[in-house]
């Protein structure tokens, strides 16, 4: 059984999932322990543009900022937001602070309610195919796209973050992280047809 330490403390977070899964054509990883904040309101675009942040144009989209920061709009007044690298706790610890002050913003704690998967390769659209009801192609879904689907029977959230300048096919699960090891497994079981 697999097991999270999510601690509001990043030094202390800790995955009991094996740390990569490599494989030739498809390759993925437990992110679960980076650096994840969410929130919910009325006034919730307004309170990021204040803290520098760049916001999708339209929910079920993805920006990524200069600094390496992904943005999600998950609805029309939901955000989260990926400090993939581990590089900006502070700005986050900042954000959550000036969040509690802020009427019409609510904090939302994807940190400790989500798991999230990293997969890598071409053959990625090819093995959601598989677990997935959504054509997640890059002609159906291009980059900076987000798609609230289920994958393997788990409700999850998948962004493609590829980068076409460096034409790396690369995609986000996010979901409950009360069915990490059951979706861990069941990607792992789909990617032995890509060895």
């Known amino acids: 059984m697999f097991s999270f330490l999510v601690s509001s403390q990043p030094e202390r977070r800790s995955s009991g999932i094996d740390p990569i899964h490599p494989l030739s054509t498809v390759s993925f990883y437990d992110a679960t322990t980076t650096h994840r904040i969410g929130f919910r309101g009325e006034h919730t675009a307004v309170f990021l ?13 993805m920006t990524e900022m200069d600094n390496g920061l992904w943005v999600l709009r998950l609805g029309f007044t939901e955000y989260w937001i990926i400090d993939a690298q581990n590089h900006h706790a502070d700005l986050m610890v900042n954000m959550e602070k000036a969040a509690m002050r802020k009427q019409g913003v609510a904090r939302l704690y994807c940190q400790h309610s989500s798991a999230m998967f990293v997969l890598t390769g071409d053959k ?15 002609s159906a879904f291009p980059p900076s796209h987000i798609a609230q689907t289920s994958v393997a029977r788990v409700s999850s959230v998948v962004v493609n973050v590829s980068n076409t300048d460096l034409k790396q096919t690369r995609f986000l699960i996010l979901s409950d992280i009360s069915s990490a090891a059951y979706l861990w497994e069941a990607l792992h079981d789909a990617a032995h047809e890509f060895q």
């Open 49 to 61: 543009e204040e803290h520098g942040i760049a916001l999708p144009p339209e929910p079920n989209r």
């Open 124 to 138: 990625c659209p090819a093995l959601f195919a598989k677990v997935c009801g959504v054509d997640l192609q890059p």
